[in-house]
């Protein structure tokens, strides 16, 4: 059972990845398995993890700046700020930054 939580800005788990970071919001576990939610920021262009699936939760994509391209089973989608994606649990997904936001410091 999955308990309300609140994550005031810049709180969440920080992962570093290398050329850039992920905030990690909210995770499978304490979503009762519902989703997970990632911030990324600073991505580079033409980054994108391989094709992939969540067996255990759904995930939800928010583009803040920048823009993606979704690939979602057989189709894509560009994404550009403003724009919601959802990924039901087990269904194979993966995206590409077409361009990247301003910096950050």
């Known amino acids: 059972m999955s308990q309300a939580f609140i994550v005031p ?6 992962l570093d990845l290398g050329n850039f970071q992920v905030e990690v919001l909210a995770t499978s576990a304490q979503t ?3 989703f997970s939610l990632l911030q990324t920021q600073s991505e ?9 699936l969540h067996r255990d939760a759904s995930e939800a994509f928010f583009v803040l700046e920048g823009e993606y391209l979704m690939f979602i089973e057989d189709k894509q989608t560009l994404c ?10 087990s269904t194979p997904h993966t995206f ?10």
């Not at 580079?44 to 992939?52: D, K, N, Q, R, S």
């Open 9 to 14: 800005p810049g709180e969440g788990r920080r």
């Open 32 to 34: 009762a398995g519902e």
């Open 44 to 52: 580079p262009p033409e980054f994108g993890p391989p094709l992939h």
């Open 80 to 89: 550009p700020p403003g724009t919601f994606v959802y990924v039901p649990r």
């Open 96 to 105: 590409r930054v077409v361009s990247a936001g301003p910096a950050r410091s």
